[in-house]
């Protein structure tokens, strides 16, 4: 069974830093491509970032040089590093991995950057 323990979303001000992680059991990571989404309320999800099982890395136009995908194989983990968070990043970010016709999703963690 796959799951995802994620963690790290909370209360931010403009400007600050959050760091989320997706602790995965059940896959191994590596393999996987490992996505960020978000979902602010009344929107559609939208995909964040991207780390490859090769490592390369692509990100949103509206997070770069923002936000830092990375990847910590021994532990299975993937991080997400957002540094001067602006209050439209405020959402639930979401955890996925994707491989072949295999996708697979964490519960979710909010995120809020307001004053």
């Known amino acids: 069974q796959v799951q995802f323990a994620e963690s790290g979303g909370g209360l931010v001000q403009p400007g600050g830093s959050l760091r989320l992680s997706c602790a995965a059991s059940?896959?191994?990571?590596?393999?996987?491509?490992m996505n960020w989404y978000r979902q602010a309320p009344g929107k559609t999800r939208e995909l964040v970032a991207t780390?490859?099982?090769?490592?390369?890395?692509n990100y949103a136009d509206s997070v770069k040089g923002r936000f830092t995908i990375s990847r910590d194989n021994a532990k299975n983990t993937v991080y997400l590093q957002m540094n001067s968070l602006k209050p439209e990043d405020t959402a639930v970010y979401y955890c996925?991995?994707?491989?072949?016709?295999?996708?697979?999703w964490g519960q979710g963690t909010q995120v809020t950057v307001s004053s």
């Open positions: 780390i490859t099982s090769g490592g390369s890395t």
């Open positions: 059940g896959i191994i990571v590596s393999i996987y491509a």
């Open positions: 996925n991995a994707h491989r072949y016709d295999r996708d697979y």
